[in-house]
C-alpha cells in the first residue's frame, strides 16, 4: 500500500502535466487564459482614470445622474445604445433650427441593444447588461480569433496575435457597452467558416453582423474573392471546387450584399425620409468639416484637404499606398485567402465612407486577423515587441478616447 500509492501519485502528476500542456495549445483554453489576463489589465486601467478623476472632480465623458464605474463603462456612443433598448428608433427625425438632421440613434444597429434589453429582463440595468453582453463576445470574439489565425497550422502564431488583439491599445473596448465585441465575434466566426468552406453558415454570421455594425460588405466581397479564386484554382488541375459550393458561394454574397445595404432601406422607410441614414451619418461630421455631401471615397482626401490642404491631400496619397504595399506582401496573404481578402476589403471600405477622426482606431479592430502574419508574430521577439507596444498605448488610448474624447 505504502509504495501504491506514491506511484498513483505520480501518475496523477504525470496526468496534470500531459492535460495542462495540451491546454496550453487547446483552441479554447489557450485565448480564454489570455482573454482572462488582458481583463485584469484593462479593468485596472479603466477603474484606475475612473478613480483618479471621480478624485480630482473630472466631468466624465457622458454626464451620468449616478455616476459609478458601470456609467462610466457605458460612456458615449452607449447612450444611443441604451436609447434603442428601453425606447426603440425614432419615428421622426430630430433637426435643428435649420432643418439639418442631428446625431440620433439611427446610426446604430439593432441587434446589440436588443441582446442587451434581453438581458434586462433580469431586472439588470442597462450598464450592467451591457457590459456584461459586451465582455462574453469579446471573450467569443478572441477564441474566434484564435481558431481563425490556428487554421494556418500553427497554435504558437494563434496565442500571439489573439495576445495583441486582447491586450492592444483598443483592448479595453471589449468590454464596454459598444457593440465592437459582438460584431467581432460575428465576423471572426463568419471568417472561420469561410476558411472551412462552409458557405451557408458564413451567410447565417454575415446577416446577423449586418444589423450590429456596418461594414459587413467588406465580406461578401471576400466571398466574391473566394468564388472567383477557388473557380480558377480548380479550373487549372488544383482543388475540387464543385458547383454546389459554386452556388452556395454565390448565393452566400447576394445575401451578406444585400443584408448589409438593408439598413438604409429601413431607417427610410420607417421615418419616411429615404436619405434617413446617409443624413444621419453625415450629422456626426459637421465639427470636423462642416456640413457637405457624400462621395465615395472622397472623405480622407476632404477631411486632409480641409485641415492640412494639398500637404494632406499628399499624406492620404502616401497612407493608401503603404497600405497596398502592405497587403500586398506574401507574409500578410499567407493569414489565408478568406481573411486576406476580407481585411483588404473592410481597408477600401473604411477609405470609401469613413471619415477619419477619433473613432478610426476602433474601426480598425475588425482588421484583426492581419496580427496572424510574420509582420507581427513572426517571431518570439517581434511578438513581445508589438505586445509591449499595445500596453503602453492602451492607457493612453483610454485618457485620450475614453475620457477627453470617444473613440
Do not use: K
Not at 501504491?4 to 487547446?26: D, N, Q, W, Y
Not at 476632404?302 to 503603404?322: K, M, P, S, T, Y
Amino acid at each position: 500500500m505504502s509504495t501504491a500509492t506514491p506511484s498513483r501519485r505520480r501518475s496523477a502528476r504525470l496526468r496534470f502535466v500531459r492535460i495542462a500542456l495540451e491546454a496550453r495549445h487547446s483552441r479554447w483554453a489557450a485565448p480564454l487564459t489570455l482573454w482572462v489576463a488582458s481583463r485584469i489589465v484593462s479593468t485596472t486601467l479603466l477603474a484606475l482614470m475612473f478613480g483618479i478623476a471621480t478624485a480630482a472632480g473630472w466631468s466624465f465623458a457622458s454626464h451620468r445622474s449616478d455616476p459609478s464605474f458601470l456609467t462610466f463603462s457605458g460612456s458615449w456612443d452607449a447612450s444611443f445604445y441604451r436609447t434603442i433598448a428601453e425606447h426603440g428608433y425614432p419615428t421622426r427625425l430630430p433637426r435643428d433650427a435649420a432643418g439639418t438632421v442631428l446625431p440620433n440613434p439611427w446610426a446604430f444597429l439593432p441587434v446589440f441593444p436588443a441582446v442587451v434589453r434581453a438581458v434586462m429582463l433580469t431586472g439588470a440595468s442597462f450598464w450592467l447588461a451591457g457590459v456584461i453582453v459586451a465582455t462574453l463576445c469579446g471573450a467569443g470574439a478572441a477564441i474566434m480569433l484564435y481558431r481563425l489565425v490556428a487554421t494556418t497550422g500553427c497554435s504558437t502564431r494563434a496565442r500571439r496575435a489573439t495576445a495583441l488583439f486582447v491586450f492592444g491599445p483598443m483592448g479595453f473596448l471589449l468590454q464596454v457597452s459598444y457593440a465592437e465585441s459582438m460584431f467581432l465575434l460575428l465576423v471572426f466566426a463568419a471568417l472561420l467558416a469561410l476558411t472551412r468552406q462552409r458557405y451557408w453558415l458564413v451567410a447565417a454570421l454575415g446577416v446577423v453582423a449586418a444589423f450590429t455594425r456596418p461594414g459587413v460588405l467588406a465580406l461578401a466581397v471576400a466571398l466574391a474573392v473566394e468564388l472567383v479564386v477557388r473557380w480558377v484554382r480548380a479550373s487549372r488541375g488544383g482543388p475540387r471546387f464543385g458547383w454546389d459550393r459554386r452556388v452556395a458561394v454565390v448565393i452566400a454574397g447576394l445575401v451578406v450584399a444585400a443584408a448589409g445595404l438593408a439598413w438604409p432601406l429601413i431607417a427610410g422607410a420607417v421615418t419616411g425620409v429615404p436619405s434617413a441614414y446617409l443624413d444621419t451619418e453625415l450629422s456626426w461630421w459637421t465639427g470636423f468639416v462642416g456640413r457637405v455631401s457624400f462621395h465615395p471615397f472622397a472623405p480622407w482626401f476632404l477631411f486632409a484637404g480641409r485641415w492640412l490642404g494639398v500637404g494632406g491631400i499628399a499624406l492620404v496619397l502616401a497612407i493608401l499606398a503603404a497600405g497596398g504595399w502592405f497587403f500586398a506582401r506574401r507574409e500578410v496573404r499567407r493569414i489565408g485567402l478568406g481573411p486576406w481578402a476580407f481585411v483588404c476589403a473592410y481597408g477600401l471600405y473604411l477609405v470609401a465612407v469613413f471619415l477619419p477622426q477619433q473613432s478610426l482606431p476602433r474601426l480598425l479592430m475588425p482588421m484583426a486577423p492581419a496580427l496572424g502574419s510574420d509582420v507581427f508574430v513572426g517571431s518570439r521577439r517581434r511578438a513581445v515587441l508589438w505586445l509591449a507596444v499595445g500596453l503602453v498605448l492602451q492607457p493612453v488610448a483610454i485618457v485620450l478616447l475614453w475620457f477627453l474624447g470617444y473613440p
